[in-house]
């Protein structure tokens, strides 16, 4: 069992601004890392795979960097929208974090 | 239709009782993954299929627990002598090759409760 852990717990933005989440794994044994967006009474919703140290992913106004040798990503949304409110989960691999719940304000 | 599919979406039964819950992934996925989500945490792994196989049942907390993908496609997840403590959402994902290096494809979830 890999130890994921990502913080904050919880975020509250106001509309139009810009945010960013951690995630951290064990460095060790790295495989995959990836990014979902969970809305409520929906299904995870893939953001990203990533797989090389340094890889920087970019979807719209979201992207993500990972550093596999010190066992870290980011997560950053730009000019956060009221319809980026979800819960931000992590994995490695299989192995989940508890989730970052975004909550952006109009 | 074209998603991961879960039967039946919401699921009570008796404490001991027997229950078992239906995956159906996205036609030509190799890969299915298994996890059970409760309040505030994340997605728990439990099991992963490639092809019909258990490539990696690690996850499971003991042997009440028990799934099977006999043809490769359809699973389902088997929970003998049901106690309080599993109830839960129970989530299935596939994807299209396996080993969790590509991105998995959810359901929505079963929702047992156990009383």
Request: with cysteine; aromatic share 12%; net charge neutral.
């Amino acid at each position: 069992i890999l130890n994921v852990e990502q913080s904050p717990q919880s975020l509250h933005v106001q509309e139009g601004d810009s945010t960013n989440f951690t995630c951290s794994f064990p460095s060790s044994n790295f495989y995959a890392l990836h990014w979902y967006r969970w809305e409520t009474a929906k299904s995870p919703e893939a953001l990203f795979v990533m797989t090389l140290n340094g890889d920087e992913k970019k979807k719209g106004r979201i992207s993500a960097t990972l550093n596999t040798k010190e066992g870290y990503s980011y997560l950053y949304i730009k000019g956060s929208q009221p319809e980026d409110s979800a819960t931000y989960l992590c994995a490695s691999r299989f192995y989940f974090g508890t989730g970052t719940s975004l909550t952006v304000i109009p | 239709g074209a998603g991961v599919s879960q039967t039946p979406s919401n699921k009570v039964t008796e404490k001991g009782k027997y229950v078992e819950l239906r995956c159906d992934p996205i036609s030509g996925h190799t890969a299915l993954y298994w996890y059970r989500q409760s309040l505030g945490q994340g997605p728990e792994f439990l099991i992963y299929f490639q092809g019909t196989g258990a490539a990696d049942d690690s996850g499971l907390p003991n042997d009440r627990f028990f799934a099977v993908r006999p043809e490769g496609s359809v699973s389902t997840l088997k929970i003998q002598r049901t106690e309080r403590g599993d109830s839960a959402v129970y989530l299935c994902a596939s994807s299209p090759t396996g080993g969790g290096g590509t991105e998995a494809f959810f359901g929505q979830g079963t929702r047992l409760t156990v009383v």
